[in-house]
C-alpha cells in the first residue's frame, strides 16, 4: 500500500470491517474484460461466502477464471469544505483482498456457507431444505491475501 499511514495492519480490526460491512464487490475477470458485482456475504474468519442463481453471467466469469477480487467499506462519510473544493473527501474503513473461488457441492458445506451468509444479516442460523438448496449455486472465496486501509479522518 502506497500510503502507509491508511493502513490497517491490526487483522482484528479487518475482521470487524468485514464483520459491519453490508455489502461485498467481487471483482471478476474473463478474456481480459472485467465484471464487478455487489454480493451478499457471510465470513468465518478465513474465507468469504456467497451464492448464486443457477446461471448466468456471473457464473461464466467465475468458471473462466476462478482468481477475484474482492472490497468492502464501512462508515463511509462525505468531509465537504466551505471554500477549497480541493480540501473534499471521505471518511471511511475499507478492506481489499484477493482470492480463489471453490464451488461447495456437498449439502453440508453449501449449509454452513448459507447460514455464514445468513448469521451475517440476521445474527442466527436457518434451515434449508434440499428443495432451496437446489435453485442456488453455493461458493467460499478463500482469502489469500487481505488489506484494510483507513481515511486520515478515522482514528485506529
Same mark, same amino acid.
Given at each position: 500500500m502506497r500510503r502507509k499511514d491508511k493502513a490497517i495492519a491490526d487483522r482484528r480490526l479487518i475482521d470487524q470491517i468485514l464483520a459491519q460491512a453490508q455489502v461485498c464487490r467481487l471483482g471478476?475477470?474473463?478474456?481480459?474484460?472485467?465484471y464487478i458485482v455487489p454480493l451478499s456475504f457471510g465470513y468465518d474468519g478465513q474465507c468469504l461466502f456467497f451464492h448464486t442463481a443457477?446461471?448466468?453471467?456471473?457464473?461464466?466469469?467465475?468458471?473462466?477464471?476462478?482468481?477475484?477480487c474482492f472490497e468492502?467499506?464501512?462508515e463511509v462519510r462525505l468531509v465537504?469544505?466551505?471554500?477549497?473544493?480541493?480540501?473534499?473527501?471521505?471518511?471511511?474503513?475499507? +478492506?481489499i483482498g484477493f482470492g480463489?473461488?471453490?464451488?461447495?457441492?456437498e449439502p453440508k458445506e453449501q449449509m454452513h456457507a448459507l447460514n455464514q451468509i445468513m448469521r451475517h444479516y440476521s445474527g442466527r442460523a436457518w434451515d434449508f431444505s434440499g428443495e432451496a438448496l437446489g435453485k442456488v449455486r453455493v461458493w467460499?472465496? +478463500?482469502i489469500g491475501e487481505i488489506t484494510g486501509k483507513k481515511s486520515k479522518d478515522k482514528p485506529a
Amino acid at each position: 500500500m502506497r500510503r502507509k499511514d491508511k493502513a490497517i495492519a491490526d487483522r482484528r480490526l479487518i475482521d470487524q470491517i468485514l464483520a459491519q460491512a453490508q455489502v461485498c464487490r467481487l471483482g471478476l475477470c474473463r478474456d481480459n474484460q472485467p465484471y464487478i458485482v455487489p454480493l451478499s456475504f457471510g465470513y468465518d474468519g478465513q474465507c468469504l461466502f456467497f451464492h448464486t442463481a443457477l446461471e448466468g453471467r456471473k457464473i461464466d466469469y467465475m468458471a473462466a477464471n476462478p482468481r477475484v477480487c474482492f472490497e468492502l467499506e464501512q462508515e463511509v462519510r462525505l468531509v465537504s469544505h466551505e471554500t477549497n473544493p480541493c480540501q473534499w473527501s471521505f471518511s471511511f474503513y475499507s +478492506v481489499i483482498g484477493f482470492g480463489r473461488l471453490e464451488e461447495l457441492m456437498e449439502p453440508k458445506e453449501q449449509m454452513h456457507a448459507l447460514n455464514q451468509i445468513m448469521r451475517h444479516y440476521s445474527g442466527r442460523a436457518w434451515d434449508f431444505s434440499g428443495e432451496a438448496l437446489g435453485k442456488v449455486r453455493v461458493w467460499r472465496l +478463500v482469502i489469500g491475501e487481505i488489506t484494510g486501509k483507513k481515511s486520515k479522518d478515522k482514528p485506529a
